[in-house]
């Protein structure tokens, strides 16, 4: 596969690259041995957990007849992601989880491995299984280079449809290549995933931010349809004094800056503190102990069974030093030039069934502290587009097409759902593709469309 893209965009140096991939690839004898081990379940469960539908016992069955390129291709089918969602999914809480071994006790099948084999395969390879359709004249913009966009647009593509995805990004590929954990998959992996992607006809224009670079406006009048897959905003503000003082930081800023700028460094941080129980908190504090950072402590309002990180990741994060500070909530970043700590009070839960927050402060040392207690949500910026209606920061949308208030408008991905992994944004970028497919062939001319959705 061409690796033109990946030389172009991403620098070599990154801070990245020091830490390993901790699930390292099967070789061919262990995903024979694995695949070996299925019972191609009839109404297997696992594929039911599968928001991409991917015909698992299928994939499985042909990695076990050596037919590594038919199992991609199963795969690939499904989910044009499969490549990345082999490696970040969270299979213990989706296919892996709902394994019959697991039911059993026993190990479950190593999905998430097998189908890492298969994708590197057909990438290795150099396997192409997919071509763009014969051209419809139809051109479809969308908004964001994340999953959902790539997965829609290489739909629509397929069909026929002209496609151009634009990014405000030096770099496409959403969260895959500037949010997930290294330890999980690296920029340059999520880069050859949008060159699989490219490699259709799908156009990319990267360093155009749509609001700023092209209007909506521009784009309704130019493109037969318009697909949002924008994601989720900055990291929220904690909103206490200090959180403006060099070395407290937003996480999903940080991590993007760690895996995609050069010369990015910790600075000879020794003590860091991660406010926040999600998984972006867990992948945060636990990149910073791979990264050599010697104490890593995440602060949290509540209690372990509160948080909404998974349980798996947190037990990884604590087998790897992570120390966590529960029932505490942060009152104040301290220091004067630079942040020296964390000022937190304690909390509990009253006999009223709510969190209080008590008049006992203490002080935890860090040298970075790091905000992960969410993202806020792009309103402002859909804010301009007649017709779409937004409810708790969330477009909303057609549950079977993935169409908006306004008709001409479409949406997957976290924007619509509020922030979920990238295989239910492959899911519903692939929606939306289908619920444009099906409004174009029923809509006239641009001018003549009017659609109401319930
Ligand atoms: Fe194989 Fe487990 Fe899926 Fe059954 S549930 S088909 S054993 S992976």
Sequence with gaps: MSDTLLKADLPTQRLETAIPDLKPALTRDQALAEANRCLYCYDAPCVVACPTDINIPQFIKRISDDNVRGAAHTILESNILGHSCARVCPVEVLCAGSCVYAEKGEPPIMIGKLQRYATEYAY?????????GPATGKRIALVGGGPASLAAAHELRKAGHETVIFEGRSVPGGLNTTGVAPYKYHAEDALKEVAYVQAIGVEIRTNTLVGRDVSFEQLASEYDAVFLGVGLGPDSRLGIPGEDLPGCVGAVDWIERMKTEAGFTLNHVKKAIVIGGGNTAIDAARELKHLGVEAVTMVYRRGETEMSGYAHELAWARQEGVAICYWAAPAAVEGHTHVTGLRCARTQVGDDGKLHVLNEEFVLEADL???????????????????????????????????TGNAKYFAGGDCANGGKEVVNAAAEGKRAARGINSYLRHSGSPSEISVTIK
């Design 369 to 403: 502290v790091v905000r992960a207690t969410g993202q806020e949500k792009l309103t402002a910026l859909l804010s301009g587009v007649p017709g779409l209606q937004i409810e708790r920061g969330r477009l909303v949308v057609d549950a079977e097409t993935g169409q």
């Design 124 to 132: 290795d390879h150099d396997i192409q299984f997919f071509q763009a």
